[in-house]
């Protein structure tokens, strides 16, 4: 199983500023990797795969970044409706698809 | 647009069994797509459970392979779990989901929370 590793847990950041989360898998997966956002109550949603393809309808300012074992997800001037937990997943090699623990944003 | 939309009990108790459905609208199940299911105890991460394609091809999670099932009513435009012996933590909320074939979820559902308690 390819173990996902997440950092930082939470990430307290200022309104314009620039978030850089982190994502570590435990062997490499290429660049199979994407990452969804969670807001308070609702379900994930997916922002980026393929390591740094936005999904349909993602603002630009949300980037992805990564190969092998070390990917970044940046969103490069955060806004208030950007707080919420954002989790990466692996899909290279399963079963079984695995996710990180998650990084808490909040402004 | 593709809709999703889980139902089930709110409240199973230990040792018994939880099914789940999710109807899907918008689009055909037989699409070249997966289905599947993903569940989030309250406050943790994202587990993924189980993967299922319209052609009946399944996907288990390994840690959970011996208590899942998953089917598909290509008819009804509906796909279910199914999770035997159950235990207080199986408490999540439960997500339908569509997968690619490669392993992406593009879309969910809204989730259902589903308790296990006597």
């Known amino acids: 199983e390819i173990v996902m590793t997440q950092s930082p847990a939470t990430l307290s950041v200022s309104p314009g500023d620039k978030a850089t989360l982190s994502c570590r898998a435990s062997?490499?997966?290429?660049?199979?990797l994407a990452w969804y956002q969670q807001k308070p109550g609702q379900a994930p949603r997916l922002l980026i795969y393929h390591s740094s393809t936005r999904a349909s309808g993602v603002a630009a300012r949300f980037s992805g970044s990564g190969s092998g074992t070390e990917f970044t997800l940046t969103i490069s001037s955060l806004q208030s409706e950007d707080c919420a937990v954002y989790y990466c997943?692996?899909?290279?090699?399963?079963?079984?698809?695995?996710f990180g623990g998650g990084t808490n944003v909040e402004i | 647009q593709l809709q999703l939309q889980e139902s089930g009990p709110g409240l199973v108790k230990p040792s018994e069994t939880l099914s789940l459905t999710c109807s899907v609208s918008?689009?055909?199940?037989?699409?070249?797509?997966?289905w599947g299911w993903i569940r989030q105890p309250p406050g943790k991460g994202l587990e993924w459970i189980a993967s299922?394609?319209?052609?009946?091809?399944?996907r288990y999670n390994p840690s959970l392979k011996s208590r899942v099932t998953m089917s598909v009513d290509t008819f009804e435009h509906k796909f279910s779990l199914t999770l035997t012996s159950l235990i207080a933590a199986d408490t999540a909320v439960y997500y339908c989901a569509r997968m690619t074939v490669g392993g992406i979820f593009n879309v969910w559902g809204q989730g259902a929370l589903v308790a296990v308690s006597s």
């Open positions: 299922i394609y319209h052609t009946g091809v399944r």
């Open positions: 997943q692996q899909y290279h090699y399963w079963p079984p698809l695995t």
């Open positions: 918008g689009v055909s199940i037989t699409t070249s797509d997966y």
């Open positions: 062997q490499t997966i290429d660049t199979d």
